[in-house]
């Protein structure tokens, strides 16, 4: 069984159950969990967990995010992006000429969406409400009332505005529709907007230069070292946490995932233990063992994230 994390490039066309489906049929194994979901539509970075590493799975999810998009102005639909069906269309030529859209207003309504905002979540998205996803409910032709959600625009950059488009690099918080930011920054500019394109392409420290499609994964499985050598471990991903140890008389109180108070570590000196803060914790053969955190009021290193499996 593999595993780790393999990072997808996902092709248009695909959902990320597709991806996970095609996956297990190319990896030959059941255990295989994605990061958090790309419209059918959307391409790009897709973090997938294989084996053991399934349990990051929502770890990762709560990772920044950075997309290339591109913005049309003058349509709005009702699925916020080009798929959907159009409901209100500008003239924006004539808009120009009447001096009421130009590059500068554009900016500054681009700029003025960096920062936090309360986020209206579409109809048509994979959130549920009393157990239903939204986007079923739409198809229905039922609109509910959605709570804003509060989201962070990192920054917009690399805009370029080649009229009726807009393109522009976004990096975001979890949890933030590109495609309804599209739609936000087309009803502040009073001209309406819509996503038509969108490429996801880094995930935390994830990038798209070392994505892979599932056609070089499916190529790269005739060998197990092919796909091995693409893997990142579990280790790997957490390496900005600090390394800790315990002596060796306490390691099975790790490997049942028990909490270890500070005279059981074998540590660097120069690690000082802080509240709240996680690290890597290794048994005293230096074996990985799982990612924990200091609760400096109980004065114990509980464990967060267990990965250790016995042999």
Not at 150 to 156: D, F, L, N, Q
Not at 168 to 190: A, F, N, P
Not at 284 to 300: D, P, R, V
């Amino acid at each position: 069984m593999y595993n780790g994390v393999i990072i997808v490039n996902k092709e248009k066309g695909f959902t990320s159950h597709d991806v996970v489906a095609k996956l297990r049929g190319i990896l030959k194994q059941k255990k295989i969990g994605h990061t958090g979901t790309l419209d059918p539509d959307a391409t790009g970075v897709l973090p997938v967990c294989l084996g053991h590493a399934t349990k990051l799975c929502d770890m990762l999810t709560d990772k920044d995010k950075t997309y290339e998009t591109v913005m049309l102005l003058g349509k709005v639909t009702d699925t916020q992006d080009i798929s959907g069906q159009v409901i209100e269309e500008y003239d924006i030529d004539s808009m120009k000429e009447a001096g009421n859209l130009d590059d500068s207003k554009i900016m500054e309504v681009i700029n003025s969406f960096v920062g936090d905002y309360n986020q209206i979540p579409p109809m048509y998205s994979a959130l549920k409400v009393n157990g239903k996803k939204l986007y079923e409910l739409a198809r229905e032709g039922i609109e509910i009332e959605r709570k804003p959600r509060p989201v962070r625009i990192i920054a917009i950059e690399n805009v370029r505005i080649e009229y009726p488009r807009v393109y522009m690099t976004v990096s975001c918080s979890k949890g933030t529709y590109i495609r309804t930011l599209c739609h936000d920054i087309g009803q502040k500019l009073l001209c309406g907007a819509c996503m038509e394109e969108l490429k996801r392409t880094k995930v935390s420290n994830f990038c798209i230069q070392e994505s892979l499609t599932l056609s070089q994964i499916s190529s790269l499985a005739d060998s197990e070292e092919g796909i091995c050598s693409k893997l990142i471990s579990v280790e790997k991903i957490f390496e900005m946490y600090p390394k800790i140890k315990t002596s060796i008389k306490y390691d099975k109180m790790l490997y049942n995932g028990n909490s270890v108070v500070p005279f059981m570590l074998d540590i660097d000196e120069k690690i000082i233990l802080e509240d709240d803060k996680r690290y890597r914790m290794y048994d005293s053969a230096g074996q990985f063992i799982g990612i924990f955190y200091y609760n400096k009021k109980e004065k114990l290193i509980k464990c967060d994230k267990m990965f250790y499996v016995a042999k």
